[in-house]
């Protein structure tokens, strides 16, 4: 069982809950407002929806009341697919893993915010479980001061892009392009987590270890392939699968369903919702149960 949490745009939840289900998660459960239960329903039907808490004040826990039950019985955790660039979103992420709003980058902190110290609340590291951040969830990440020193070494799994590595690191995005992987493996060590470094190459970092990706098809740099990436990764970790392990496991699989997908659709034609079940399929061939 896993928890793909929270989010407030459609498509990216929805696509990473699909190929979460499609890569073996079990039951893909979804915390979200309840604007996006039918939308996301009608693409991902088998997923179960729990409504978010409303405003910011008081917010982690009143979160963990209402996940906390089915959180314990999860094994892995998603953050970021959709979820939004606002206060709202930042005091999530702040409250999902225990870290005090206050210590946010940005003044005032929402009409809402109280400043609340979500520190000595439960929170999703209070479970022990992988947990991964991606998209939105790494541009929250990156508000809070010194997050990495609040949070255990090797909890998390960190899936960047350039961009979003430059907003984690304080680097540009013209050093990290110099040098991927010196930066990829700079980051990893500097916060005590696994990176996963998109792009061409995509790398993944774990301490002094650094693995590259043996594809990187042209088919996979279009919208939403990060959201699917990121469902078949914490589908893996759902099943016991270390962090480097699953992080180098959806990257191979994810290109190898890519490349079979091309010859039918070419490298433009493809689209980040044709990669659940062609994963599965993938799977299917390698002996996966």
């Known amino acids: 069982m896993r928890l793909v949490a929270p989010a407030s745009r459609p ?8 190929a979460a ?11 979200s407002n309840r604007g996006l239960f039918a939308p996301v329903a009608q693409l991902a039907p088998e997923t179960v929806f729990l409504a978010l808490p409303d405003g910011e004040t008081g917010l982690a826990r009143r979160l963990f009341d209402l996940i906390g039950e089915r ?10 697919p959709g979820l939004g660039d606002d206060d709202y979103a930042r ?3 702040a409250a999902a893993l225990g870290l005090s709003t206050s210590s946010t980058r940005r003044v005032g902190f929402g009409a809402n915010a109280t400043d609340e110290d979500s520190s000595g609340t439960s929170n999703l590291l209070t479970y022990g479980k992988p947990i991964v951040i991606d998209a939105d969830g790494l541009n929250a990440l990156s508000s809070i001061d010194g ?6 070494a090797g909890s998390l799994l960190l899936t960047p892009h350039v961009g979003e590595l430059a907003r984690l690191t304080g680097l540009s995005a013209e050093e990290i392009n110099a040098d991927h992987a010196a930066a990829a493996r700079s980051a990893a060590k500097k916060f005590g987590q696994t990176i996963l470094l998109k792009g061409a190459p995509t ?28 469902g ?22 994810g290109s190898a369903a890519a490349r079979t997908l091309e010859a039918d659709l070419g490298a433009l034609g493809l689209i980040a919702s044709d990669l659940p079940m062609a994963i599965a399929r993938e799977l299917a061939r390698l002996g996966q149960p």
């Open 11 to 18: 498509g990216a939840p929805a696509l990473a809950s699909m």
């Open 21 to 31: 289900a499609r890569s073996g998660a079990g039951i893909v459960h979804l915390v």
């Open 71 to 80: 959180a314990a019985r999860c094994n892995a955790f998603l953050i970021g």
């Open 91 to 93: 005091a999530l992420v």
């Open 147 to 152: 997050w990495w020193k609040r949070v255990p």
């Open 203 to 230: 790398l993944v970092a774990s301490g002094e270890e650094l693995w590259e990706a043996e594809d990187a098809p042209v088919s996979l740099a279009t919208a939403g392939t990060g959201d699917v990436l990121a």
């Open 232 to 253: 078949s990764i914490v589908a893996f970790l759902a099943q016991g699968s270390a962090p480097t392990t699953a992080a180098n496991l959806a990257v191979a699989v």
